[in-house]
Nanobody
Framework: QVQLVESGGGLVQAGGSLRLSCAASGRTLSSYDMGWYRQATGKEREFVADINWSGGSTYYADSVKGRFTISRDNAKHTMYLQMNSLKPEDTAIYYC????????WGQGTQVTVSS
């Protein structure tokens, strides 16, 4: 199992940007495909974006396509989510994941976008 810790969340106005980080320890990060998910209050956790082990392939939810960019630096054991043009509906707790839904999860970081 790999241990994951998210950071970078906060409060931002609509149209602003945030960069989330997910630091991994315990096992080699390059062993895993990784992803970001989010859960808004009263809603189910939903997929945001994922990236394969090498960083060569990415996939995004339609709701964030063109605004969010997922990336990773295996040498630094870290994955990132650059979020631009943020909207109030992006408000949620953001979780990083390694190895798919049955794999490892971080504790989450709160992102709040004010209108």
């Amino acid at each position: 199992q790999v241990q994951l810790v998210e950071s970078g969340g906060g409060l931002v106005q609509a149209g602003g940007s945030l960069r989330l980080s997910c630091a991994a320890s315990g096992r080699t990060l390059s062993s895993y495909d990784m992803g970001w998910y989010r859960q808004a209050t009263g809603k189910e956790r939903e997929f945001v974006a994922d990236i394969n082990w090498s960083g060569g392939s990415t996939y995004y939810a339609d709701s964030v396509k063109g605004r969010f960019t997922i990336s990773r630096d295996n040498a630094k054991h870290t994955m990132y989510l650059q979020m631009n043009s943020l909207k109030p509906e992006d408000t949620a707790i953001y979780y990083c994941n390694a190895g798919g839904p049955g794999g490892s999860w971080g504790q989450g970081t709160q992102v709040t976008v004010s209108s």
